[in-house]
C-alpha cells in the first residue's frame, strides 16, 4: 500500500515538473496564447494530482519509518520504537536488493572470497552493481567514492563499516578510490564551528587511513579545501535541480535554511570523474560505485536522475544496513553518547567494560530459563556485532548454535566479541599512531592517480 | 499606497520569521505541549496576515514596475511602458536618497569636486554612506566593493559607468578595491557554458583595468577561481538565511533552478572583510562601500540584515539610476543587441553611425518647429549621455540651454556626444592594447594589499 503511494508521488512529481518544462519552453518560443493556457491547465490538473496523492502518502505515513541521510527512525506500532524495516527501505527509495547470484559472480570474477560484510548480507542492497562487476570483466576503468562527515574526533565501529568494506574492494579491484570529508555539512546541519569541523577532519582522515587504503590509488579530500574542484560541477548540477526537486528528495521546505538545500549538489558531484581531474583529466565516463550506508541513497537517486542531461555516466552504488547501537536496533548510536557504541581509539579495558554493561542481550532472564529456551541472535547486540567483525564463517555458526540452544551464555559471546574487537581497535590504533601530518597531507595532495586498468 | 503596502510585507515577513524561530527554539529546549501550541497558533495568524497583505500588494502591482537584479521593466500604464521611476524604487527596496549635504560633505572632506555622476545625481541614493565619511574623516580604513557579470566579449558605455565611479572614489578615497566576476552567476542565469564565461571574464577584465585602477590597491576576482576563499563566509551566510527569505528578496520560487537560489550569498560574502585573507587577515570588522547600479540592492539589503548576526559590519551603498539604451529610457541595452549601445570597443565609425542612426532625438519633427519649441533634454538620448561623460559643467549647461531654446540642433548635439565618446573610447582602447596576460593575473593574484589609512 504504502509502495504503491510512494511511487505513485514518485511518479506525478516528475509529471509535473515535465509539464512545467514544456510550459517554460512554450513561452520561451513564444508559442500562442490558446497553447499555453492548455498546458498550463494541464500544469494545473498534474499538480492537484500530486497534492492530492501526497496528502495520502502523509497519512499512510504517520508512524511509519523515516529515513534520511540526517535522521534514521524506525516505525511507531503501538507506542513501541520498532527497527528499521530494510526491506520497506528499498521500496521507498526504490534501489534493488542483492540476489546471491552477484555475490556469485563477483567471486568468480575477482576469485575472492566474498567479504562476510558481503556474503552475510549487511551490504544487501544495490544499483546496477552488476554493471561494475560488467566493468571489471572486460578490464574497464571505474572507482570507488564514500565518503565521511567528520562530526567528532573519534570514530566509531558503525563509521567504520563503510572503510572496511571499501578497503576490501579497492584491494579486489585494484582502482582508486575517492573519500569525500563533508566538513562543510557538519557546519551547517549541526551546532558545530568551522574550526572543529576542520580538526574532526584531519583525526578522521588519520582513522580512515589506518584501515589500510593505498596510498597510491587513494585520494581523500575536505570539501572546504578542495571546493574549487567541486565547483564546476556543482554548477552543472545545480542548473539542472530545482528547489521542488531538492524538497521533495530530502524532505526540506521553505524554511529550511539555504545551507542545507545547497549542500546535496557537494555530495552529488564526487559521482562525475571530471570533478577529479588530476586523476581522470577531462574524461566524464569513468563509472563509480558508491559503497553508503541505505540513508545515503536520495543523493544517488538524484545524481543519477541528472546525469543523463549532463551526458555523465550513473553511478552505481552498493548499499549496507546500519550498525545497531549497543543498546540494540531500535536504539541509535551516536558520537556523542559514548556509551552508545565502540570507539576506534578504546581501550581494551573500555570495550570489555561497555560490552559487558551496555550491548543489549538476547539471553533470558534467568541462567535456568536461558539453558532451557536458548538465547535470540537476531535482537544479542554481541551477536550482532561479531557478524560484522569474526571473518570465520565455522567459528560464527558454532557460537550462532551454540547460543541459539542455551549451551552458550551471554557473557561468553560477550567475551568473544571482547576480544575480537580488542584485536581490531589495537590493530588499528598502532597503525594510527604512526600516521604523520605528511602522510595525511599525502592522501589528501591533488595529485595524479593512475586509474586504467591492465 | 504601494509604499505601504511594500513596507507591510517587509513588516510582516520579519515578523513570521520571528515568530518561526521562537517555535523552533521552544520545541528544541523542550518547552510545554501548551507553549509550543501558543507559539504555533500565533505563527500561523502572522502567516494568514502576510498572506493577506501579499495579495493586496500583489493587485497593487500589477503593470506597476518590476526591478531585480536580472530583469528591469518600467511600468506600464494604458498599454504604454514607462521609464523607470527611481523615486519608486528608493521606497520599494527601503534604501534612501542622497542628499546634497552628503554630496558636500564629501567634497569638504576630500577636498575634490564630486564626479560629474555624484553631482548630477546618477548616484542617487544610498545605505549609510554618510558612515564611509565618517571613516574617511576619522582616517579609518574601509575598502570599495563592486562587480560585473561577464556576458560578453565587449562591455558597454553601461557596463563603464560603476567603474568609472569606482576608480574615482578609489583614486580619491585611496583604499583597496575589490571587484568580483560573477562567472557562475552568467552560466546559472543564462545559456551561456562555463568556458565562455571564462573567455568573457578574462576580456571583460581588460577594460576594467584600462579604466585606471590603482594595481597596488586593486584585487579582480573570479567566482569560479576564488571560491575556496568565499566558501567558508557562503558557509556562514546560508547558515544565517533560509529559502523562504531568498524567495521573498529575489523573487525566486520552488521551480526555481537550485543553482540561482545558491548564487546570492555568492555575492553577498564579498561585503565581509575576512573573506579576503589575503588583504585584511582574520580582521572582520572593515566595512565596505558598494557603488552599484540599484537593482543590486536585494543582495545588500540582506546582507546588512544577516550582518549582525555573523558579528560583521554592515556594508554601505551608493547606487546609481541606469544608463539608458540608444532607443531611450523605455527601452533595454543590452550586450548581445549590438545597436541597443555603445561598446567600449566601438570604432569612430561605428560610434557616429550608431548615435547618428539610433539615438533617441529629443528634437522636433521639422527644423521650424524645432527652432520653435526647441528640444527635450529629458528625453534626448544624447543629451543625457553627455551628463555621464561630459565634465564641463558650464560646457553642459550651455548645451542644454541651446538645446531646448531650439538653437541647437539634434545632430550638433549628437555630434558633440560622438565626440566626447570617441574621445573616451579611443584613450580606453589605447590603453586596453597595452594589457598583457601578465598584467591580467596581476590584478587577479592573490596576494597583500595594504589597506591602513595614514
New interface residues.
Given amino acids: 500500500m504504502a509502495a504503491s503511494a510512494t511511487q505513485a508521488v514518485r511518479d506525478l512529481d516528475a509529471a509535473v515538473e515535465t509539464q512545467?518544462q514544456a510550459v517554460r519552453k512554450l513561452k520561451e518560443n513564444g508559442a500562442s496564447k490558446d497553447e499555453i493556457t492548455a498546458a498550463v491547465d494541464e500544469l494545473k490538473k498534474r499538480k492537484a494530482d500530486l497534492a492530492a496523492h501526497k496528502s495520502e502518502k502523509a497519512e499512510e505515513d504517520k508512524g511509519s519509518q523515516k529515513i534520511t541521510p540526517w535522521d534514521v527512525q524506525g516505525a511507531v506500532v503501538d507506542g513501541v520504537q520498532q527497527g528499521v524495516d530494510y526491506n520497506k527501505l528499498i521500496d521507498t527509495f526504490g534501489c534493488s536488493p542483492l540476489p546471491q547470484s552477484l555475490i556469485e559472480r563477483f567471486e568468480q570474477l575477482t576469485g575472492r572470497k566474498a567479504h562476510m560484510m558481503l556474503r552475510r548480507g549487511m551490504f544487501y542492497a544495490h544499483r546496477e552493481f552488476d554493471k561494475i562487476l560488467d566493468l571489471y570483466e572486460k578490464k574497464k576503468p571505474f572507482y570507488l567514492y564514500t565518503g565521511r562527515g567528520p562530526s567528532s574526533d573519534a570514530l566509531h565501529m558503525g563509521h567504520m563499516v563503510p572503510f572496511i568494506f571499501c578497503q576490501y574492494l579497492q584491494e579486489v579491484f585494484d582502482v582508486p578510490i575517492v573519500i569525500q570529508m563533508t566538513d562543510?555539512e557538519k557546519?551547517?546541519f549541526k551546532d558545530q564551528s568551522?574550526v572543529d569541523s576542520k580538526r574532526f577532519m584531519r583525526e578522521n582522515v588519520k582513522d580512515i587511513i589506518s584501515v589500510g587504503f593505498n596510498p597510491d590509488k587513494t585520494f581523500i579530500f575536505s570539501n572546504?579545501?578542495y571546493?574549487?574542484y567541486l565547483?564546476?560541477n556543482i554548477?552543472?548540477?545545480?542548473?539542472?535541480?530545482?528547489?521542488?526537486q531538492?524538497?521533495n528528495t530530502f524532505g526540506?521546505?521553505?524554511?529550511?535554511?539555504?545551507?542545507k538545500?545547497?549542500f546535496p549538489?557537494v555530495q552529488m558531484v564526487p559521482c562525475f570523474s571530471n570533478t577529479f581531474p588530476h586523476i581522470f583529466g577531462t574524461k566524464k565516463d569513468i563509472p563509480c560505485l558508491i559503497p553508503a550506508a541505505i540513508d545515503q541513497d536520495p543523493y544517488f537517486r538524484l545524481t543519477r536522475n541528472i546525469a543523463g542531461g549532463l551526458k555523465y555516466k550513473k553511478c552505481c552504488t552498493i548499499y549496507s544496513k546500519f550498525f545497531p547501537a549497543l543498546q540494540g536496533a531500535g536504539s541509535k548510536m551516536s558520537a556523542s553518547v559514548d556509551t552508545s557504541a565502540i570507539f576506534t581509539c578504546d581501550t581494551p579495558k573500555q570495550i570489555a567494560k561497555k560490552v559487558k554493561k551496555y550491548a543489549f542481550s538476547g539471553g533470558r532472564e534467568t541462567l535456568e530459563e536461558h539453558r532451557e529456551k536458548g538465547g535470540d541472535c537476531e535482537v544479542d547486540v554481541a551477536y550482532q556485532y561479531l557478524t560484522f567483525f569474526l571473518d570465520d564463517d565455522v567459528e560464527l555458526r558454532t557460537i550462532h548454535d551454540r547460543y541459539s540452544s542455551g549451551e552458550m551464555l551471554t557473557s561468553e559471546v560477550k567475551d568473544k566479541l571482547i576480544e575480537v574487537l580488542v584485536e581490531f581497535t589495537q590493530k588499528l590504533q598502532a597503525r594510527r599512531a604512526t600516521v604523520t601530518d605528511a602522510e595525511i597531507d599525502l592522501f589528501c595532495s591533488v595529485r595524479p592517480i593512475s586509474y586504467e586498468r591492465k
Avoid: S
Fill in positions: 512545467a562543510d557546519f551547517l568551522l572546504m579545501e571546493i574549487q565547483y564546476p554548477l552543472e548540477v545545480n542548473k539542472k535541480i530545482n528547489i521542488n531538492l524538497n526540506f521546505d521553505d524554511t529550511t535554511i539555504v545551507g538545500v545547497a549538489p
